[in-house]
Structures are given as structure tokens and as C-alpha cells.
């Protein structure tokens, strides 16, 4: 049998979702671990395959593109998949100990279904291989996105995922467009055969100009970022987990891989240089208004807009000696950050749940009464400060490897100044925690929620711990 065969097996959630929705809270909590467990068996069938050959392929239903659909399976597919798998377990555990505000219990329940429906989505997503199933799946993810977002039913949640919404349909439509603009001239959707005929010219400049619009609406990248702080912030918790670390990381993996692989030919050296600007800005920007917010979630909320931006650049590192560690350190940096920032946003959750809001200067005492909650914040605070041995160290330490040893000494400049600014926001939100509030009274939290804050900022250390095999496979997709 193929090994390839494997891959339907990693949507196994899709299925999962309109079971759940017939179940409802019967479903729970054994099927998001049987659907991991499924998930996690078929990555480890695919490990040994993909190591000897490096790139595995399904062609849907035996049609070669350009008549059918292929799926691509490579170490970078590999990881984001894996991490998607942690984070949503994790969630869900998180989820069935969590109790919605004001009585919408009932209303809660549907998040089991859109949780396994993203996760499905997501999935398909990274296996995608041509540019209109990526518009599919991409479109996938943003209603469960917005769904995600408008959760609560409160008036607050409801603006910001109608937001989220059109920003997003905005995208899409940018998407949609350098789509056509692309097979009018080419022919082609799959992406492999579409980067052998590329040519590069106005066309292309053109679709690629709109594909990176549309794909930054649905990242928040800078200076697109406006919606994403107030659709993070008015989520429920879990759901502000799922879209601060797997929604965003989604779409610039996409942005990514079709920047670097499908139009690298277009990709002039001063567009990648101004590529990395945008994303300076982002870390920067992110990053000081992070330090201005009197609110936990919309701490952890600017802080993704930062995070977001290292990844940027490593785009003018790749033409240079050091593409190979340039590569892997910006994904490795995304991996980390996936499992980091859902770490915080469930701390988030439980110290929101504990006193029944995240004001960080109103918030003294929890440290004492919830040490392991604060553990959690700040074992994940050491991927976003870039301190041994996270993951968030390993990324960014091959970054700078790949900046100064190229001679873009100024990009790496940028790594160490957001490294002292994300400390700055980190230690505002942890000294008030640690303070004495004497006997304020604070509620109970059910111990699995904190457990799986806890199993997230763990793996994102463990990532730095490891990050041997992992750094190797993603440099192999890159390098012959």
C-alpha cells in the first residue's frame, strides 16, 4: 500500500463534525481524543516515507493535474498538521471544563463542531496543491473563524466577527481574483505546474500583488491588523486560542509558500526587502501597543500582531548563503508561537474565569492561587522573550545566524529589540499577578483547564528541546 494512501486519515476531523454536532455533549470528551489519536497514527505512518523520499503525493481519485486535484505531504505539511493536532486537543480539554458567561450553556455547545470543522479545514489547507483548493479551504477556516468569534452572542462579539467577516470576504475576493488572473494566463491551478510556467511580467506582478492582499486581510498582518485585537478579545478563551494560533497561522503559510515557491521569480530584491519592513513594523507596532493594554486578552491579542511579523523576514534572507537556516527558523518560529500564544489565551481564560475578568492590574493574588496557571503564561513567555530552550529561541537564533551572516545585520537588530520589548509586556502583566491581594475571593477553576495551558507552554519549550530532526526536515523542503 502506498504510504500516501495516509493522508485522507489527517481529515479525519471533518467527519468528527457533523458527529459531534449529533451527539452533542455525549460526544464528549472521548472523541476529540479518538479523533487525535486517528490524526497522530497516520503522521506516524507518514514519518518514515516522508524521511526516504523527502515529498509524498495523493492524486485525488487517480487524475494528474492538471485534470485533478494533488495533494502535497512534506516535513513543513508535517509539522503544521502535528501542531494543529496539539493545539485542538489541548482546546478541547480546555473547552469541556469551561463555562460560558451569563447562562449560555446551550449555546456552547456548538462549539464542539466547529472546533473539529476548523480542524478538518485546517488540515486540508496544508495538504492543499493548487491555488483554487487553497481558496476553498482557506474559505473554511474563515466562517469557522467567524463563527468561532461570534460564539458568546454578545453585542461585542457579534461586531467584532461581523468585521472579521468582511475583512475577510474582502481577501477572499483579492484571492479569488489573482486566481483568474493566474489560469487566464497560464492555464494551470496546480501549484507545482503553475511555477514551472510562470513567467515573470505585469500579470503576475499583478496576481501576486493581489494574492498577498487578500492573504494579509486574513492574517492581520500589519498594517491590515486592525480586526484581529477585537475579535481575539471578545472570543470566549478557547476560541481566542484557536484563532490567535491556528487561524493566522493558516493563512501566512499560505502567504509564504506561494510567495516564495510560486513567485520567487517575481519577487524583486527590493520587494522582499520591503516585504521584512512590513514586518519590522509589525513586531514594533505589536509589540508597544501590547504594553499599552490594560487587559489580558488584549495583551496576549497585539502580541500575536508582533509575533506574526518575524516570520516576514526571513523573505529577503532566502537569495542569500543562509536561505536554509532563514526557512527554518521563520516556520520553526510559527510552530512555537502556535503552542505558545494558545498557552496564554487559555491562561487568559482561567484567570478570566477565576475572577470574572482579565483587568492585569486588578488581578493580584492569582499567582498564589493558581501557580500553575502562571507557570504555564510564563513557560510560553519564553518563546515570545526568544529564551533558552524554547522553540521561540531556536527560530529566532537561525534567523539572526542567517541575518548577519548575510550581511543584513539590520533585520537582526530587529529579532533582539522585540525580544526586549515582548519582556516589557510580559513582566506588566506578571508583576501585579504576584502581588499580595490578602483574602480576595476568587472562584474555582476545574484542574483540566489548567492542565492544558500547562501541556501547550510544555510542548513549546520541548520544541526548543528537540529541535534537531524538526530543524533538519523543514531545511530538506527547501534544499535539494
Not at 481524543?33 to 526516504?52: I, R
Not at 487524475?63 to 498538521?81: A, K
Not at 454578545?154 to 483579492?174: D, E, F, K, T
Request: glycine share 12%; charged share 10%; aromatic share 10%.
Amino acid at each position: 500500500m502506498s504510504p500516501a494512501l495516509l493522508l485522507p486519515g489527517l481529515i479525519l476531523p471533518l467527519v468528527a463534525a457533523p458527529v459531534s454536532f449529533l451527539l452533542g455533549r455525549r460526544a464528549l470528551p472521548w472523541l476529540p481524543w479518538l479523533v487525535a489519536l486517528m490524526v497522530a497514527g497516520c503522521l506516524c505512518g507518514l514519518a518514515a516515507p516522508l524521511l526516504s523520499e523527502g515529498e509524498l503525493f495523493l492524486h485525488l481519485g487517480n487524475w494528474e493535474p492538471p485534470l485533478g486535484l494533488r495533494w502535497r505531504f512534506d516535513g513543513l505539511v508535517w509539522g503544521m498538521i502535528a501542531a494543529t493536532t496539539l493545539v485542538c486537543l489541548a482546546v478541547a480539554v480546555y473547552a469541556d471544563g469551561y463555562v460560558p458567561n451569563r447562562g449560555r450553556r446551550g449555546r456552547w455547545l456548538g462549539f464542539w463542531p466547529v472546533l473539529f470543522f476548523l480542524w478538518g479545514a485546517l488540515n486540508s489547507l496544508f495538504l492543499a496543491g493548487d491555488i483554487f483548493n487553497i481558496y476553498v479551504t482557506l474559505e473554511l477556516v474563515s466562517l469557522a473563524a467567524v463563527a468561532l468569534v461570534t460564539l458568546d452572542g454578545r453585542p461585542q462579539a457579534l461586531a467584532a466577527g461581523m468585521r472579521y467577516l468582511l475583512l475577510a470576504l474582502v481577501g477572499s475576493l483579492c484571492y479569488l481574483l489573482g486566481i483568474a488572473l493566474l489560469y487566464a494566463s497560464f492555464g494551470v491551478l496546480d501549484a507545482a505546474l503553475l511555477a514551472e510556467r510562470l513567467q515573470p511580467g505585469m500579470t503576475a506582478s499583478l496576481a501576486m500583488a493581489l494574492l498577498g492582499v487578500g492573504l494579509f486581510l486574513k492574517t492581520a498582518l500589519f498594517p491590515v491588523h486592525g480586526w484581529l485585537p477585537a475579535a481575539h478579545g471578545e472570543a470566549p478563551a478557547p476560541a481566542s486560542a484557536l484563532l490567535s494560533s491556528l487561524v493566522v497561522m493558516g493563512s501566512l503559510y499560505v502567504l509564504l509558500r506561494l510567495w516564495l515557491e510560486l513567485f520567487g521569480a517575481v519577487l524583486t530584491p527590493g520587494l522582499r526587502q520591503f516585504v521584512a519592513v512590513l514586518g519590522a513594523a509589525a513586531v514594533l507596532w505589536g509589540s508597544w501597543l501590547a504594553m499599552c493594554q490594560r487587559r489580558l486578552k488584549l495583551v496576549v491579542a497585539y502580541s500575536t500582531v508582533a509575533q506574526l511579523g518575524y516570520p516576514l523576514l526571513m523573505v529577503p534572507l532566502l537569495e542569500t548563503s543562509g536561505a536554509a537556516a532563514a526557512w527554518s527558523g521563520g516556520f520553526y518560529l510559527l510552530l512555537s508561537h502556535a503552542l505558545a500564544k494558545a498557552s496564554m489565551f487559555l491562561v487568559a481564560g482561567v484567570l478570566l474565569h477565576a475572577q470574572g475578568h482579565d483587568r492585569i492590574f486588578q488581578s493580584r493574588g492569582f499567582a498564589g492561587r493558581y501557580p500553575m496557571s502562571v507557570f504555564a503564561f510564563g513557560l510560553a513567555a519564553l518563546t515570545l522573550l526568544a529564551l533558552p530552550p524554547s522553540g521561540g529561541f531556536i527560530g529566532k537564533w537561525l534567523l539572526l545566524e542567517a541575518s548577519f551572516g548575510s550581511g543584513q545585520w539590520w533585520w537582526g537588530l530587529v529579532l533582539l529589540l522585540g525580544g526586549l520589548l515582548a519582556a516589557g509586556y510580559v513582566f506588566r502583566v506578571l508583576v501585579p499577578i504576584f502581588g499580595d491581594a490578602g483574602h480576595r475571593h476568587l472562584e474555582a477553576v476545574p484542574l483540566r483547564m489548567e492542565l492544558a495551558a500547562l501541556s501547550l507552554a510544555v510542548g513549546s519549550v520541548v520544541l526548543g528541546l528537540v529541535a534537531g530532526a524538526p530543524v533538519r526536515a523543514l531545511q530538506a523542503v527547501v534544499l535539494p
